[in-house]
């Protein structure tokens, strides 16, 4: 018996060992386990939604200033008579603000200078200039703005890309090389200016607005006008008498943004009121203000697209929801007493 | 201060403090109780006994058996497989401790009752598990995996010449870092009911919208807590309305479920009937004043 033990002692007692060893390895990776995670449900956390706007100081505020443009029909325009603003901009503006809870009469817009997009001033002819919340004002989106301090852009929501303008009856333009040696007039902060220096083309780039560049090219002093087409087929559909719209066919696309600047809460919920707009098959709003602006343009403005009619795409912004707003990879919109009467409402129509 | 103290209740704090803080007691005394009986069955032979063990060996079984049941209640659902973890490790160390002399009655509380436990628990919550490992919740899918699979390794005694650090070092972390996180979770908790006033305007000026917390409503004023920690006294006569915004509902972070439960939610949640989270949002609980 003794030498059984003895034999069969230190195998045992090496499993018994290498047993305990087992067990405080499972022990420490146990506590690890439960304190690491206990600790990183404590501190990592989404903001939700209202979190977001307690951040972006939209709480307690009475109005959003909106810069716009205000001489480019169809996209932002500004009736001289009235005052009233409207247009493809206008109505994404509205879109923009309905979700961050304002109402159509507690949205103000200004009207900005091309140039003071990225610094977000606006004036209301009273006083020193206004710091604007938002920038909608066909902005594109370029790298070379995003470097900018203080110039920070939401996920596009318009698609369209540079085009030419002219008289009624000029020579067919298909590309920009038509215009080598002519005088084209463009805004100076465009980014149509380079590819149109690059064709050879004699750039008159000194405007502030581009409707300054009208006068010019029914006088003769230009030939031609190059910008995005989206607002080139505003002016055509104005006066398709006077003008005449051409496709150069250049391939890159232009990306209009809204322009949040250092708010980083408000540009996460501009991108989120995009998203829903986007990817919630009951929002229409976009397609309606596509349809309500720029579809009307198109006929006037022959081959050349006014811009893409679908919405481009949006990054899903990270939030925490209840589980019924997350229905099926979808997030809706928590339902204000407004949207609720106005889904009433275009429901019967 | 003394405005709070004057019109908040006693009694008010206190249900405060035991609504929020009524998750954390068992978490305190049933880790206590593993590493304590660990650490008995790891020296029993050898080594003098601790304060830690002691504590450990003179609790009763019905106090160990009440806080499993009122950690089972109180726990969200994602840490109920660590609370089965620890459950498990005191039933099979005191079992050991217990019966020696009886190696298969050891055998099977130690080995075969944590695997069987294990596998209900698979079967419960491996849907969960894929969810959170789609979604790159990877925290939540590791506290729902690896519990089960390290429970049958925890019901035996550690190496004796560890077993003193090993178990003492965690009891005594949190026995000295405990009273910081109750304060922590306490301070957050919310006292006073937030609400929005609109206040009386001219016509055609856009009226005054003030949020804050009601501390106490008497017949002349309406004294409320703003969110900068300022104290407003605004009189009865120039509210136009007032409307109870609801305050920052506990929205979870996981939308991951396990058979239609959230993981983030207690089995108390369940059960007590609460009034769903408002769908709409009062425009003046945002600070806009509403449309008459």
């Given at each position: 018996?003794?030498e059984?033990?003895s034999t069969?002692?230190?195998?045992?007692?090496?499993?018994?060992?290498?047993?305990?060893?087992?067990?405080?390895?499972?022990?420490?990776i146990?506590?690890a386990l439960?304190?690491?995670?206990?600790?990183?449900?404590?501190w990592?956390?989404?903001p939700?939604?209202?979190d977001?706007k307690?951040?972006a100081?939209?709480?307690?505020?009475?109005?959003?200033?909106?810069g716009?443009?205000?001489d480019i029909?169809?996209?932002?325009?500004?009736d001289?008579?009235?005052?009233?603003?409207?247009?493809?901009?206008?109505?994404?503006?509205?879109?923009?603000?309905e979700?961050?809870?304002?109402?159509?009469?507690?949205?103000?817009?200004?009207?900005?200078?091309?140039?003071?997009?990225?610094?977000m001033?606006v004036?209301?002819?009273?006083?020193?200039?206004?710091?604007?919340?938002?920038?909608?004002?066909?902005?594109?989106?370029?790298?070379?703005?995003?470097?900018?301090?203080?110039?920070?852009?939401?996920?596009?929501?318009?698609?369209?890309?540079?085009?030419?303008m002219?008289?009624?009856?000029?020579?067919?333009?298909s590309d920009?090389?038509?215009?080598?040696?002519?005088?084209?007039?463009?805004?100076?902060?465009?980014?149509?200016?380079?590819?149109?220096?690059?064709?050879?083309?004699?750039v008159?780039?000194?405007?502030?607005?581009?409707?300054?560049?009208?006068?010019?090219?029914?006088?003769?002093?230009?030939?031609?006008?190059?910008t995005?087409?989206?607002?080139l087929?505003?002016f055509?559909?104005a006066?398709?008498?006077?003008y005449e719209?051409?496709?150069?066919?250049?391939?890159?696309?232009?990306?209009?943004?809204?322009?949040?600047?250092?708010n980083?809460?408000?540009?996460?919920l501009?991108?989120?009121?995009?998203?829903r707009?986007?990817?919630?098959?009951k929002?229409?709003r976009?397609?309606?203000?596509?349809?309500?602006?720029?579809?009307?343009?198109?006929?006037?403005?022959?081959?050349?697209?006014?811009?893409i009619?679908?919405?481009?795409?949006?990054?899903?912004?990270?939030?925490r929801q209840?589980?019924?707003?997350?229905?099926?990879?979808?997030?809706?919109a928590?339902?204000?007493?407004?949207r609720?009467?106005r889904?009433g409402?275009?429901?019967?129509? | 201060?003394?405005l709070?103290?004057?019109?908040?209740?006693?009694?008010?704090?206190?249900?405060?403090?035991?609504?929020t803080?009524?998750?954390?007691?068992?978490?305190f005394?049933?880790?206590?109780?593993a590493?304590?009986?660990?650490?008995?069955?790891?020296?029993?032979?050898?080594?003098?006994e601790s304060?830690?063990?002691?504590?450990?060996?003179?609790?009763?079984?019905?106090?160990?058996?009440?806080?499993?049941?009122?950690?089972?209640?109180?726990?969200?659902?994602?840490?109920?497989?660590?609370?089965v973890?620890?459950?498990?490790?005191?039933?099979?160390?005191?079992?050991?401790?217990?019966?020696?002399?009886?190696?298969?009655?050891?055998?099977?509380?130690?080995?075969g009752?944590?695997?069987?436990?294990?596998?209900?628990?698979?079967?419960?919550?491996?849907?969960?598990?894929?969810?959170?490992?789609?979604?790159?919740?990877v925290?939540?899918?590791?506290?729902?995996?690896?519990?089960?699979?390290?429970?049958?390794?925890?019901?035996?005694?550690?190496?004796?010449r560890?077993?003193?650090?090993?178990t003492?070092?965690?009891?005594?972390?949190?026995?000295?870092l405990?009273?910081?996180?109750?304060?922590?979770?306490?301070?957050?908790?919310?006292?006073?009911?937030?609400?929005?006033?609109?206040l009386?305007?001219d016509?055609?000026v856009?009226?005054?919208v003030?949020?804050?917390?009601?501390?106490?409503?008497?017949?002349?004023?309406?004294?409320?807590?703003?969110?900068?920690g300022?104290v407003?006294?605004?009189?009865?006569?120039?509210?136009?309305?007032?409307?109870?915004?609801?305050?920052?509902?506990?929205?979870?972070?996981?939308?991951?479920?396990?058979?239609?439960?959230s993981?983030?939610?207690?089995?108390?949640?369940?059960?007590l009937?609460?009034?769903g989270?408002?769908?709409?949002?009062?425009?003046?609980?945002?600070?806009?004043?509403?449309e008459p």
């Amino acid at each position: 018996m003794p030498e059984e033990d003895s034999t069969e002692a230190p195998r045992g007692r090496l499993f018994r060992h290498w047993g305990r060893a087992a067990r405080l390895t499972a022990l420490l990776i146990a506590l690890a386990l439960v304190v690491g995670t206990g600790l990183y449900f404590w501190w990592q956390s989404e903001p939700s939604e209202d979190d977001l706007k307690t951040e972006a100081m939209l709480t307690g505020k009475s109005q959003l200033l909106v810069g716009v443009l205000g001489d480019i029909p169809g996209i932002g325009y500004r009736d001289p008579a009235t005052g009233v603003y409207s247009g493809f901009d206008i109505d994404i503006a509205y879109l923009v603000a309905e979700d961050l809870g304002f109402r159509p009469n507690q949205v103000r817009f200004l009207t900005i200078e091309n140039e003071d997009r990225g610094r977000m001033l606006v004036n209301d002819g009273q006083g020193p200039p206004l710091a604007a919340d938002l920038v909608v004002a066909s902005y594109s989106i370029t790298d070379e703005r995003i470097q900018k301090q203080h110039v920070h852009f939401s996920a596009p929501y318009l698609e369209t890309e540079q085009s030419v303008m002219t008289l009624k009856g000029h020579a067919p333009v298909s590309d920009l090389s038509d215009l080598a040696g002519k005088p084209v007039c463009t805004l100076t902060t465009a980014t149509s200016s380079s590819p149109a220096g690059q064709a050879g083309v004699l750039v008159k780039g000194n405007k502030t607005k581009i409707s300054d560049c009208l006068p010019g090219l029914l006088s003769g002093e230009y030939d031609a006008v190059t910008t995005d087409a989206a607002i080139l087929a505003g002016f055509v559909h104005a006066r398709p008498d006077l003008y005449e719209h051409h496709d150069i066919g250049l391939v890159a696309s232009e990306m209009y943004g809204i322009n949040t600047g250092d708010n980083d809460a408000l540009r996460q919920l501009v991108n989120l009121a995009l998203y829903r707009s986007r990817n919630d098959p009951k929002d229409t709003r976009w397609e309606a203000a596509y349809d309500r602006n720029l579809s009307p343009e198109q006929p006037d403005s022959g081959r050349q697209p006014v811009a893409i009619n679908k919405q481009p795409k949006v990054d899903e912004v990270r939030i925490r929801q209840w589980p019924w707003e997350r229905l099926a990879g979808v997030m809706h919109a928590p339902l204000t007493a407004d949207r609720r009467r106005r889904r009433g409402v275009s429901s019967g129509r | 201060m003394l405005l709070l103290v004057q019109n908040v209740g006693p009694l008010d704090l206190i249900s405060s403090l035991v609504i929020t803080l009524m998750w954390v007691p068992p978490v305190f005394i049933l880790p206590g109780q593993a590493l304590g009986l660990l650490f008995l069955a790891s020296t029993r032979e050898t080594g003098p006994e601790s304060w830690l063990s002691r504590t450990a060996d003179r609790t009763p079984d019905w106090v160990i058996a009440v806080t499993v049941m009122w950690a089972a209640t109180s726990w969200q659902l994602r840490f109920v497989p660590v609370l089965v973890m620890v459950t498990l490790m005191i039933v099979g160390l005191s079992a050991r401790l217990r019966n020696p002399d009886r190696p298969q009655l050891i055998k099977a509380v130690c080995v075969g009752l944590p695997l069987g436990v294990a596998v209900l628990e698979y079967l419960w919550f491996t849907p969960a598990i894929k969810a959170a490992f789609a979604n790159g919740e990877v925290a939540l899918a590791l506290i729902l995996l690896l519990p089960p699979l390290l429970a049958p390794l925890l019901t035996g005694p550690i190496p004796a010449r560890v077993a003193r650090v090993a178990t003492h070092a965690p009891a005594a972390g949190a026995a000295l870092l405990g009273p910081f996180l109750l304060v922590a979770i306490f301070l957050r908790a919310p006292i006073l009911p937030p609400v929005a006033l609109q206040l009386n305007a001219d016509p055609g000026v856009l009226p005054k919208v003030v949020l804050g917390s009601v501390v106490t409503v008497d017949d002349t004023m309406t004294t409320l807590l703003d969110s900068d920690g300022a104290v407003r006294f605004v009189p009865n006569g120039q509210v136009a309305t007032k409307v109870l915004c609801p305050g920052e509902e506990q929205i979870p972070n996981s939308a991951v479920m396990a058979h239609e439960w959230s993981v983030e939610q207690s089995a108390l949640e369940w059960l007590l009937p609460s009034r769903g989270p408002q769908k709409e949002t009062d425009p003046r609980c945002e600070g806009r004043p509403e449309e008459p």
